[in-house]
């Protein structure tokens, strides 16, 4: 069965810090870019951060720049994004998800062309 599971989120004071986990197994990692996503409530889905798990290259959004930082530990078949200067509108459920190729095809297809979605974890912010 593949998953591909978001975890670590919580209740955090404005400022603050989190550091979330996507743990995948199910299909060859390696061979897939991995993206975090977040979704508030009446918001459209944002895309955060890719990284190849092949080669370690990142994207970020214009947008996510500075804030937000995404990494992979292919031995433990786990991607993480550390998240700084926590703001009240950061509060959405927050999300990973695979896409089998490199990291511009998942740039360029965006969120609608990944493969693998699992269930996400609340993130709230508080002021």
């Known amino acids: 069965e593949v998953q591909l599971q978001a975890s670590g989120g919580g209740l955090v004071q404005a400022g603050g810090s989190l550091r979330l986990s996507c743990a995948a197994s199910?299909?060859?990692?390696?061979?897939?870019?991995i993206g975090w996503f977040r979704q508030a409530p009446g918001k459209e889905r944002e895309v955060i951060s890719y990284?190849?798990?092949?080669?370690?290259?990142?994207y970020y959004p214009d947008s996510m720049k500075g804030r937000f930082t995404i990494a992979s530990d292919n031995a433990k078949k786990a991607v993480y994004l550390q998240m700084n200067s926590l703001k009240p509108e950061d509060t959405a459920v927050y999300h990973c998800?695979?896409?089998?190729?490199?990291?511009?095809?998942?740039?360029?297809?965006?969120?609608?062309?990944?493969?693998?979605w699992g269930k996400g974890t609340q993130v709230t912010v508080s002021s």
């Open positions: 990284i190849s798990s092949n080669d370690g290259s990142t």
């Open positions: 998800a695979a896409r089998k190729g490199d990291l511009n095809g998942a740039v360029r297809i965006g969120y609608y062309g990944m493969d693998y």
């Open positions: 199910g299909f060859t990692f390696d061979d897939y870019a």
